[in-house]
């Protein structure tokens, strides 16, 4: 079983700063790509930001500038630093991890639970 542990939500004023975390544990032998992303009421599930293994990131337009992504690959822990915060970041964000449980078969995209970011007006 792989179980991804979300945390660091919470209710900031706007320009205010947060650190979202994901630690993903389990049965797992390595892990590739490494994502957040958000899902406001009524609209899509949206990526905000992924990180390969080697480092290499990608960000939404909307958070350029203002978010970084990192990971700690000893810890098997994702990051995202979210600075400038505004109203309309406010959502559930969730993490997804490319797991792989053995070398017989290939990744797969885990979720996290969600964590509610509240941006106040």
């Known amino acids: 079983q792989v179980q991804l542990v979300e945390s660091g939500g919470g209710l900031v004023q706007a320009g205010g700063s947060l650190r979202l975390s994901c630690a993903a544990r389990?049965?797992?032998?390595?892990?590739?790509?490494m994502g957040w992303y958000r899902q406001a009421p009524g609209n899509q599930r949206e990526l905000v930001a992924s990180i390969t293994r080697a480092g290499i990131t990608n960000y939404a337009d909307s958070v350029k500038g203002r978010c970084t992504i990192s990971r700690d690959n000893g810890k098997n822990t994702v990051y995202l630093q979210m600075n400038s915060l505004k109203s309309e970041d406010t959502s559930v964000y969730y993490c997804?991890?490319?797991?792989?449980?053995?070398?017989?078969?290939?990744?797969?995209?885990?979720w996290g639970q969600g964590t509610l970011v509240t941006v106040s007006s």
């Open positions: 389990g049965s797992i032998f390595s892990i590739n790509d």
């Open positions: 997804n991890v490319d797991v792989r449980i053995d070398l017989l078969r290939p990744t797969r995209g885990h």
